[in-house]
Nanobody, 130 residues
């Protein structure tokens, strides 16, 4: 059965780094774009990054731009989220999700809320604290 599994979360100090993994089983990950979401306690889920299925271009929300990097390893059927210079406000459960097209308001008029997501992982906890 099609499944996404996130891993790599943990407890780090402010300014530290983590690399999250999103591993697919039951389907080929490079047939989809992959978006990363996060949800902090008491807050709504927010999309933060996406890597497209076609040209592999990457997109980031301003809150993580310059600090986070998303990449693919098709041989391992895995997408990664490298998280650098972590801040306490990055504390959240992080999820990956498969989609056909990354949301781009400027190109397609699409948003995180209007995009259709095919599969979701169960999430991995990231805690940034001193």
């Amino acid at each position: 059965q099609e499944q996404l599994v996130e891993s790599g979360g943990g407890l780090v100090q402010p300014g530290g780094s983590l690399r999250l993994s999103c591993a697919a089983s039951g389907f080929t990950l490079d047939s989809y774009g992959i978006a990363w979401f996060r949800q902090a306690p008491g807050k709504e889920r927010e999309g933060i990054s996406c890597i497209s299925r076609g040209d592999g271009r990457t997109y980031y929300e301003d809150s993580v731009k310059g600090r986070f990097t998303v990449s693919r390893d098709n041989a391992k059927n895995t997408v990664y989220l490298q998280m650098n210079n972590l801040k306490p406000e990055d504390t959240a459960v992080y999820y990956c999700t498969a989609l056909l097209q990354c949301p781009r308001r400027d190109l397609y008029g699409s948003t995180w809320d209007t995009t259709v997501y095919e599969y979701w992982g169960q999430g991995t906890q990231v805690t940034v604290s001193s």
